[in-house]
């Protein structure tokens, strides 16, 4: 079988990099900008978040599932949800409500966020579907796997920065008239890059793979079960979470630390982008460490890293 080349790999990750910029600002631009620019309260703002975050965490299985069970062409998936997560995209930073109006607000703010993260989960989750079935055509189906994560990731951190940094520009400007134009060439410019990303996927990476043996696919309790019995995925749940939950509070908090305990809101954009960009150069450190490691060695050092910048972090103060 002939090897994937790198254009193909090249041509499955590019679409990590839009996935990327729009889950970045949902998680941490848009509770300050509707609570700081919008005139949104600030707890009215986290239950939406929460709640809408709510629905996404129990539509992923069913996402999931039907993904399994596609049966036609894949490319009408993907133009569809690229479509509904550049209209959502655009809704959440220009919404055609009067900012005094806070339920209708609300309203609009909790509609934007479910069609987001359904867009989203519908992208992502066939979008690691793809990669994981990828065959490398090599010695080992692992440089399958490894080639497509390698693009995937370069190109999402590339994204990552992009969205910390523009949208922090852009409300950082002086002139708000401009606030709403400038919002819209940042939305029109993702749209662009996501229909793009989504057309190079269809036609140069690697061929979809439809999962084996999705006609007779098993159940949901058959499944419950399945992941009981693995010692292995229970085991690693808690971390999971604790993990998940460690990663989520500092990141949604970030811009408000920023503008209300440091008053630098003219940075947060520099702030942000060294954030993901110190994390890419601590990553071939932390790969290094997991082959000499026990892997809860590795869990504990990298929360205790963490866990420190935090205490330092409340030293921090003004400037």
């Given at each position: 079988?002939?090897?994937?080349?790198?254009?193909?790999?090249?041509?499955?990750?590019?679409?990590?990099?839009?996935?990327?910029?729009?889950?970045?600002?949902?998680?941490?631009?848009?509770?300050?900008?509707?609570?700081g620019q919008l005139g949104l309260a600030?707890?009215?703002?986290?239950?939406?978040?929460?709640?809408?975050?709510?629905?996404?965490?129990?539509?992923?299985?069913?996402?999931?599932?039907?993904?399994?069970?596609?049966?036609?062409?894949?490319?009408?998936?993907?133009?569809?949800?690229?479509?509904?997560?550049?209209?959502?995209?655009?809704?959440?930073?220009?919404?055609?409500?009067?900012?005094?109006?806070?339920?209708?607000?609300?309203?609009?703010?909790?509609?934007?966020?479910?069609?987001?993260?359904?867009?989203?989960?519908?992208?992502?989750?066939?979008?690691?579907?793809?990669?994981?079935?990828?065959?490398?055509?090599?010695?080992?189906?692992?440089?399958?796997?490894l080639g497509a994560a390698a693009w995937?990731?370069?190109?999402?951190?590339?994204?990552?920065?992009?969205?910390?940094?523009?949208?922090?520009?852009?409300?950082?400007?002086?002139?708000?008239?401009?606030?709403?134009?400038?919002?819209?060439?940042?939305?029109?410019?993702?749209?662009?890059?996501?229909?793009?990303?989504?057309?190079?996927?269809?036609?140069?990476?690697?061929?979809?793979?439809?999962?084996?043996?999705?006609?007779?696919?098993?159940?949901?309790?058959?499944?419950?079960?399945?992941?009981?019995?693995?010692?292995?995925?229970?085991?690693?749940?808690?971390?999971?979470?604790?993990?998940?939950?460690?990663?989520?509070?500092?990141?949604?908090?970030?811009?408000?630390?920023i503008n209300d305990r440091l008053q630098?809101?003219?940075?947060?954009?520099?702030?942000?982008?060294?954030?993901?960009?110190?994390?890419?150069?601590?990553?071939?450190?932390?790969?290094?460490?997991?082959?000499?490691?026990?892997?809860?060695?590795?869990?504990?050092?990298?929360?205790?890293?963490?866990?420190?910048?935090?205490?330092?972090?409340?030293?921090?103060?003004?400037?």
């Amino acid at each position: 079988m002939k090897a994937i080349s790198p254009l193909a790999y090249a041509s499955y990750g590019l679409l990590g990099l839009p996935l990327a910029m729009a889950a970045l600002p949902v998680y941490v631009q848009i509770p300050a900008f509707y609570s700081g620019q919008l005139g949104l309260a600030l707890g009215l703002t986290g239950w939406v978040l929460f709640l809408a975050r709510l629905v996404d965490t129990f539509q992923d299985p069913l996402l999931g599932r039907w993904i399994d069970r596609l049966n036609g062409n894949i490319s009408t998936w993907f133009w569809g949800s690229a479509a509904l997560l550049a209209l959502a995209f655009l809704g959440l930073w220009l919404p055609p409500v009067p900012t005094g109006n806070t339920m209708y607000l609300a309203l609009w703010l909790a509609a934007m966020l479910i069609a987001a993260y359904t867009a989203h989960s519908m992208l992502n989750i066939a979008y690691l579907t793809w990669g994981a079935r990828i065959d490398a055509g090599a010695s080992t189906s692992d440089q399958g796997l490894l080639g497509a994560a390698a693009w995937r990731e370069g190109a999402g951190l590339l994204g990552v920065i992009l969205a910390s940094v523009i949208p922090s520009w852009i409300m950082s400007r002086p002139a708000a008239a401009a606030l709403n134009s400038n919002l819209s060439y940042y939305s029109i410019a993702f749209a662009a890059i996501l229909l793009l990303a989504v057309s190079v996927l269809l036609k140069f990476a690697p061929a979809w793979q439809r999962a084996k043996g999705t006609a007779t696919a098993p159940s949901w309790r058959a499944t419950w079960a399945l992941m009981k019995a693995h010692q292995g995925f229970r085991q690693l749940l808690p971390p999971y979470f604790l993990n998940a939950i460690s990663v989520a509070i500092p990141s949604t908090l970030a811009l408000f630390f920023i503008n209300d305990r440091l008053q630098a809101p003219s940075y947060a954009g520099a702030f942000l982008a060294s954030y993901f960009i110190a994390a890419a150069i601590g990553l071939p450190l932390w790969v290094m460490a997991a082959k000499k490691n026990r892997r809860f060695m590795r869990l504990a050092l990298g929360h205790g890293v963490g866990d420190c910048g935090i205490l330092l972090r409340g030293h921090l103060g003004r400037g």
